[in-house]
């Protein structure tokens, strides 16, 4: 694709005007200070919210239909109580968009943010219905929620498997606790009505303090996600929406409805025409174990080569100290080039954030979710790296700097993604 035939050039995107910053959407900022929040998860729990997520109701014969038809998942097998990763992909395999699934009951089926699914249901031939609902969805995640959570519905939750869902009650609230684990930790949603929320919220807090339970502000709301590695459209990838050709009026409608401006921006030294080189595939962030050829779907045959040879890997990379350190303290050197800011904890204004890493000053890779993490008090990022210059703890370097702007050479070293340990799927009866 050539950047002329796409709807936004790299120059349009770099130039996108900030509407909001992408804290905004889960309150406050802080509660307590953002390192007490981004340190809960992994000592206690918190209580965050990302209810601002759109949530579509689905119902009809075709559901499944209309899912398998336009995600890498299989829909087969698809039990009530479970949800699904799916991930959907123009036709050179880079994704679109990516979302959860929730089969609700035998005919209802609930999922954020797949306005690319419903898309094509309005203009295809599916029986299917689709409904906005306004639900508050709260995630209460930390090696102490599950205790917390079985304390406030007054039974044992240790049944619960990973990404299966069970219906319980709240201060007289009924509830919908689906088990995942966005932190690398054990986690549940709490989806129900939106009028509740306050009751349900007031009575967690009060039952986590004896817990620790911290409230989650939008300081440090993604530092789970860069810890954990869950990369997230529009922070790590652009959506392959502006090469697709069945995608040119659904751009127009998130254009209309003011989603462009608020979450597709570019920023950072990696330096290209062409916007698809924003673009991310499944197998590139390690999701390959996703794609299931038992039906068609968009990108079938572009997934089917690239997981047969795969071209770059997921990678963890850890930010030199010195360097880092170096960036601020030429802030306060009176004469020195004054270089591009490292926002902390992380990058809030919604850009999808991306950096070269140079390997002997070769481009091996490009970097996205740069942050601060006050658990291991280090600066660490997601990264996409070519597979053969892909080693646990070699050196790479990261250009920090905007270009036209005074750049700053990081070292780095390739961790493993995720960078934190995964213990979300952990048994819980030996909690």
Not at 116 to 122: A, G, L, P, Q, S
Request: overall charge negative; glycine content about 8%.
């Amino acid at each position: 694709m050539s950047a002329t035939s796409s709807a936004a050039t790299v120059a349009d995107l770099r130039r996108r005007p900030l509407t909001s910053t992408v804290g905004e959407s889960w309150g406050p900022p802080q509660y307590t200070d953002w390192i007490d929040e981004s340190l809960s998860w992994k000592q206690t729990a918190y209580l965050g919210d990302w209810s601002f997520l759109p949530t579509l109701k689905f119902r009809g014969p075709d559901v499944l239909r209309l899912f398998s038809d336009t995600s890498v998942n299989t829909m087969k097998n698809f039990a009530v109580g479970q949800s699904k990763h799916i991930i959907q992909c123009d036709e050179n395999g880079k994704i679109i968009d990516d979302a959860i699934l929730s089969r609700s009951s035998e005919d209802e089926y609930i999922s954020f943010s797949t306005s690319w699914v419903d898309y094509i249901r309005r203009n295809g031939d599916y029986d299917v219905e689709a409904e906005w609902v306004d639900l508050a969805k709260h995630h209460l995640q930390g090696p102490r929620s599950l205790h917390i959570l079985e304390k406030a519905v007054g039974h044992s939750l240790r049944d619960v498997k990973f990404m299966r869902s069970v219906n319980v009650v709240i201060d007289g609230v009924e509830v919908v606790a689906l088990r995942q684990g966005m932190t690398g930790e054990v986690g549940f949603e709490l989806q129900y009505p939106k009028e509740h929320a306050e009751r349900v919220w007031g009575t967690l807090l009060k039952v986590g303090e004896e817990y620790g339970i911290r409230q989650l502000g939008g300081r440090t709301a993604m530092i789970n996600h860069l810890e954990a590695y869950y990369p997230t459209q529009g922070l790590d990838y652009l959506p392959a929406i502006y090469s697709d050709e069945r995608a040119k009026g659904y751009v127009a409608e998130l254009e209309e409805q003011g989603w462009l401006d608020l979450y597709y921006r570019i920023a950072g030294s990696f330096e290209s025409d062409d916007v698809a080189d924003w673009y991310r595939s499944p197998v590139e962030f390690g999701w390959g174990n996703r794609i299931n050829f038992d039906h068609d779907f968009a990108g079938a045959e572009a997934l089917r080569a690239e997981l047969a040879d795969p071209r770059r890997t997921g990678a963890t990379l850890v930010w030199n100290a010195d360097d880092v350190v170096d960036v601020y303290a030429s802030l306060f050197r009176k004469g020195e080039p004054m270089p591009d800011f490292m926002e902390l904890p992380q990058e809030p204004r919604g850009y999808v954030y991306a950096d070269q890493v140079l390997k002997n000053g070769e481009l091996v890779g490009v970097t996205s979710s740069r942050g601060y993490s006050a658990y291991f008090r280090e600066m660490i990022s997601l990264a996409v790296i070519d597979v053969e210059h892909f080693a646990i703890g070699d050196e790479v370097t990261v250009i920090w700097g905007n270009p036209g702007t005074p750049q700053r050479e990081i070292r780095a070293t390739i961790a493993p993604a995720p960078y934190k340990e995964n213990r979300a799927r952990v048994d819980l009866h030996t909690l």
